[in-house]
């Protein structure tokens, strides 16, 4: 995947495959872009079928971080990375989280690390129709963030 491509916007969305290496090869470049600057470790975690498409690792520090970019809603690989590793954090990217166009507005060193925030609850199942993985912030915490609630996020609030 390159700038000089020929797809459009309309045919790279038109074609699932694609859109999700392209979701995924943009948060990871910001990713990327980041932990040489922040210093934190990026890794990808799999395990047969199951993967993490990004791990962020500083000091003691562990965040679990997957990228949705259609409809499938099944978060197995996060799950089993939350059992196994415990990470401080967990988050969804795209398609039932944090939008890609907010994600890559941030410096994701400073919404995970420099705030001292601490998730509440690493994973919370809905009864709803999609199974999801959640970032768990206190209204205090989203003001201090963002200086306004934002909405638009699907959190759960304390």
């Not at 990871?28 to 922040?38: A, D, P, Q, T, V």
């Not at 971080?65 to 990217?93: C, H, Q, R, Y």
Request: include cysteine.
């Amino acid at each position: 995947m390159t700038s000089q491509s020929n797809y459009t916007y309309q045919n790279a969305t038109t074609n699932s495959e694609l859109w999700g290496r392209l979701a995924e090869s943009s948060v990871g470049k910001h990713l990327l872009n980041h932990s040489i600057s922040e210093r934190y470790n990026l890794y990808y975690w799999r395990e047969g079928n199951l993967e993490v498409e990004f791990v962020l690792e500083k000091g003691e520090n562990v965040i679990g971080l997957e990228v949705k970019s259609g409809t499938k809603a099944g978060n197995a690989g996060m799950n089993i990375f939350a059992k196994k590793f415990n990470p401080d954090k967990v988050l969804l990217v795209g398609t039932g989280g944090i939008p890609f166009y907010e994600f890559l507005k941030i410096n994701p060193a400073e919404l995970y690390w420099k705030t001292g925030l601490r998730l509440r609850g690493i994973i919370k199942k809905t009864l709803r129709k999609y199974l999801r993985v959640f970032a768990v912030w206190t209204e205090d915490e989203l003001f201090a963030l963002t200086d306004c609630l934002l909405v638009d996020y699907p959190l759960f609030l304390m």
